[in-house]
């Protein structure tokens, strides 16, 4: 069975920094493209950010690009977002997502190409 489980989230003040973390099981970690998405109260779910399954390539949201890093340890079946200068606006609660990709640099944007989901952690930013 498949887990994907995310950690990290919390209160923070506006400028600050948090890392997320997302820890997998029951898959073979290196074959997933891994997303990270955020939806926020009354909002739709929103692409943050993506890492291919090679590591070579990043993709972010132009909202986050310059402030968000994703990253991921292949020999730990986990991926990271960190997070630094946050917002209020970025306050959501934050999704990994996990796609079995064929092409090892390349990870999507759109969520309905991820096969597993994460519960979410929740990410306050206070002004």
């Known amino acids: 069975q498949v887990h994907l489980v995310e950690s990290g989230g919390g209160l923070v003040q506006a400028g600050g920094s948090l890392r997320l973390s997302c820890a997998t099981s029951g898959l073979t970690f290196v074959a997933y493209a891994m997303g990270w998405f955020r939806q926020a109260p009354g909002k739709e779910r929103e692409f943050v950010g993506a890492?291919?399954?090679?590591?070579?390539?990043?993709y972010y949201a132009d909202s986050v690009k310059g402030r968000f890093t994703i990253s991921r340890d292949n020999a730990k079946n986990t991926v990271y977002l960190q997070m630094n200068s946050l917002k209020p606006e970025d306050t959501a609660v934050y999704y990994c997502a996990a796609d079995l990709n064929h092409h090892s640099g390349y990870a999507p944007s759109v969520s309905d190409e991820y096969d597993y989901w994460g519960q979410g952690t929740q990410v306050t930013v206070s002004s």
């Open positions: 890492i291919s399954r090679s590591t070579r390539n990043t």
